[in-house]
């Protein structure tokens, strides 16, 4: 049954979203474009959205918000995606909608919520957040960077790492160390400040697949206004707990970006030939291939099955995401294995050219693909969380 | 678990308490240590029908339940966690399998409420080899009067020893290897000219050799069409490997879940071994192959009943991948327990050893990878 | 060169060495024969080594042996095989001649030794040992079984396992707690006991495999005499430490018992047939066949290559003790693996009869070899010791 | 390592002496991000020139050393330790025995004093499609007045780029995948008709495509017997695929030495991450799959220069097995790394891009199981 909400969302849309933009894609730094009249549609698209609440559709509307439910926010998405477009104001905040703004609403002051939380949900100030550094990845506590309080405010002092647009960003949320003599967890803030100020710079991290958001950002007396503190002081522990919930929250909303990939077996047809029965000409390679798809269609029933069983109440959903997420990972990563030994000389190409663009793009993918056991809880970590939260094996003095 | 419906749960939880109790692993243990040659204890048997499983995949019009694949392979996973001993699978599923899909009316009306009541153990005589590839059947039919005469051999018939009735692959035409010119034939396993010998097997249960001599049935005896017995066949073999594959995740389960017991109260230096970090990641890598496994068997039960198309690719992709988890799970299960799971008196063998027949059975996992492979087009 | 030794050795079995026996196997409880003309050959062949010293040919005179060199006894085993038999006594003597006597020489006093090394030395006394308990596996310093003083001797109440030979042995070495309150180690002594008596039960041990040298041991205040203590009161761990390394040496010297088996391809070949082309009809089976053949190849030329390289002093042979144990257990028990696999449902069978010969030896040398990854250490502790001793990686508080 | 000569020893210490100080992966990384299009330092490959490295393989009598594959195997295993680019193996190695084993004495006089003194550089122009397949030749040399005509393209030269001279694996009768017809012809790389590609590989060093538009050579330029150039060709594949599993063996091993020392040093929650057992155990399968890559890499030079008849084997198994070694530790080296090792500026990228190009060179691991199986005959 389609509501009224619906239906007037499905009119607005209509009525607002630019023909020049439809099925125009759009990525994290705006539309892909340079024709001038996209460009304009797309700035079009963007005051629209904001003026009406939608960029940030369930913050409170005096925040640039327009105090939806969850459930409406999504109706917007999906009618929005329907009509062959999407709402960009998440992807120009940066972490702002996603991350640090559903934070500032929890912790912030009202002070702190007017001047920063319109910005974000017009996609008119990007956000970036200052989390790891480089002794301090999975083990985020043990962070370095300093801030101390002078008359004018905040000083800050120290580097941070894994800065995800970094360079592109008019604003930072960063965790800083506000006492040293605290242990770990205890002497950590957040802090809030601009990142165009002398001294703050930011270099972006090639990855080994090439160009990559990532930056590292180094801090030489930068300066944050005393009242941006976020939340308590040395409580920043709690606000940053609460920001990665929100990360997750956000990773399991985030649509599918990949497409759908050209099945392996067909691409191994095409490179290898088949036999006169049928069958590729290299066994060797059929059998792990075979093997390979049988793990995927079993990943995939068990994604299926999951959601289920959640459907029916049967089992928590967490105490899966995993094995999910291991097994999403073997599945990837043999995958991109695979299509490098099929494509042979041809799958070790870095550039289209004398590679083709499936070629150039199959690498790409297969190093990169190599971060999906190492980000967002590494591969071990999956396991010991397996073998202590699932199984219920004991706690060891170690982790890793 | 997928969602069952509330009868599914009953028998489900039915089943998992009555093995438990009424036919665990020690019964199986004091079956093969009497040595009675018998390869399952008939009261056992008898209680099964009782409860009225042997009719779970027969129409109610022949006394059955008709409840269906899922329910069945419920069944069959509570009966693989103890290894307990009985003609269910063979007889309840192929043999009822074979009937319902290939039978004429005649001869469902004929046998399917003997399945039911216990009184006929109808199975499958396939295999000739020392490997599962059925369309090499060779067992030679040559008509003969009013029917056909058999001539060859079958091996590694499960429950060949008990079967009143077996359903015999033979070749009506054609040469070893044509898939064309196989047809089913239903003959009581006490017909002149049929030999059975019983095989030592290692999991010792019953299986055996049956060798034809000039046995002659009549026409009626044919199940389905002549010379096209090989489509039908391989539908009866894919529920079969399904079945097989329900039995596999509750072997494997069972020794998981012997491990996982172990690894949380065995001490060795003064610590409880499940926290070595090593073993704790073994055990996580042996969940995720179990939950993986449970998804493709519940996946391919529920096709068999949805009346799905692609019940073939997932028949070979369930008993491929419990494979796989019952063939390390196996081994693990004797390594984590090391000295202790080496002892006949520790049930960590018994399992093992079942593991192997079950994998040889019906196709192997190279088997079905091979045939998945074709089944995708590659 | 041939030595005047070696002649001499070589004449003396010429003359000595029964015809009946040549080329007659013999085992771990004598000739495998039931021919009463072997048997009485073998009885022969026995007492004529014993009388010459030859049982224990490098122990002194006085004490059964010949005074021989270690090379001197390599010399006597070669020569004797060469003729087509063996020296049966070590395995008659049990662990006598191999492991209780060697500790003896060193550990015993001149009256303990003048008892118990000829029988030994003779092969008429055989010996068990009495050490892993049902929990003092691994670790065996943890054991429990004790042994307490009174007027007429030792008092022995406990239980071993894993105790080889105990149900046919006429002697034992057992390891018992002397000292409850001492530390694990220090309370620990060696004792010396007959094993007819009442107060000694022996279970024999049924393994996966069926039939095994194994016992269950339960003593019940059983008696051994107070002079049997061997070496110091509660310095049994000095002892056993040293019977170890007399068990390690052992080990090493043993000739390998398993004559050369058949190529698993020829089995493949035999048991699937080949296609036209001579490749093997299951190409997936093929691939893993290779894979195994070589896996095998580089395990026997890195056996081949520390042989060399200890010849050239370049490296510590100890120090690949740990990889060559457990490639050693990969290629056997994926060679039965694969032996299984190639035999299908004629790999299944518990014994001959309707199964070859060759088929049930396979499954039962299948069933056996699961042990070599737990017995001697198991693949765990040997990758333990590779990352400890071997890499240098940091000692965990963990063990396993 | 094998029991080496006093000579052998000295050339190894000097090698990882020398690639260490003058030829280390940073040099290679300035190369490459120089974006000179330069697969090579000219002055890299002079130096070992100059060291005599390029004359080991050549006989005395051509001002080379004649020192033997073992020998060429230590420094190839420390140019893998750095990934020091150069001709080395393309020239040195692959050029050299094939004007040792098919050249005349012309032939040999012509260039071989060249490979040593590094005016020649001499490379193999072999494959013509994604995959190693020698046999499927195409590239067609037709007889054309008192010599040939060469069409047809080749690609995935090593050195393509740089090379002075190539052998050219050509089709002389018979059809691609027929053994016979194959010839090999030399041909300077600037002949009329050929024209080169850099293409721009993972690994930055010089590949190319070569197209070849009736480039004519004289009937001088057959390298070996018109129509059997199969033998001689797989003779000098085997000599190469060794030699390109001592490399591989070297870069394996520094990934495997620069894992260790980032276990022993890098600190996660307090304690130094080689202390967990699940990293310690996979950091012993990986120092075992070393030791093992190691003894077959050994024996199979050990193998060529002894003039063995099972070089064939010892070359499929030592590019296999190293193959497994380095497939597995390239990714190890990135997942132990973490963060640090996706990031361009670590240098586990480069390691694991060029791990790629090595396997997929003279036949990969299926390749070579395939092969080994084929003359294991079975």
Redesign the interface.
Known sequence: MTGEFEISVRDWVAANLPDALVNVPIGMYGVDSEDPQVVEAFELWRQRLAAQGWGAPTWPQEYGGAGLTDTQAKVISRIIAEAGSMNPIPYLAGMGVTMVGPTLLEYGTPEQKSRHLPGMASGEVRWCLGLSEPNAGSDLASLSMSAELDDEGWVLNGQKTWTSGADKSQWCGALVRTDRSAAKRDGISFLLLEMDQAGIETRPIRLIAGESPFCETFFSNARARKDDLLGELNDGWSVVKRLLQHERQSQTNAPATRSAATPVQDVAKRYLGTNPDGTLTDPDLRSRLADHLMDTAAHELTIARIMTDARGGNVEVSATASILKNSATDVAQGRSELLLEIMGNQGLGWEPGEYTQEEALAVREWLGGKSMSIYGGSYEVQKNIISKNILGLPETTQKG | ???LTEEQTLIRDQASAWVIDKAPVSSFRALRDSESGQGFQPETFQAMVDMGWSGILVPEQYGGSDLGYLTCGLILEQLGRQLTASPFFASSLVGATALALAGNSAQQEALLPGIVDGSAIVVLAL?E????QPEQTALQADQEGDGFALNGSK??VAEGMAATHCIVASRTSGEPGDARGISLFLVPSDAQGITR?A??????RDHA?LSFSNVHVDNSALLGTLDEGMPVLEAVLDRARIGLAAEMLGTASQAFDMT?EY??TRQ??G???????????R???M??LM??????V??ALQAVDAGADNVPQLAS?AK??VGKFLFKMS?EL??IH??I?????FD??LY??RA??LE??FG?R?YH??R???L???
Chains 1, 3 share one sequence.
């Open positions: 678990m997928a969602v295999e080899s020392s490997r599962h091996t590694f010998t095989l030592p097997t290692i999991d010792s050799k996982l690894l949380k060795q230096f610590k409880v071994i499940g926290s070595f970090q090593a073993l704790g990641h055990a996580a890598e969940y995720s939950e993986q496994s449970r998804s493709c519940e996946a992709l491929c991948q081994n004797i390594q090391g000295g799971g080496m002892t006949d008196e960590a063998g093992l050893k192997r027949i040889a059975s192997n190279a990878r091979d998945y492979a074709t995708m087009d590659f």
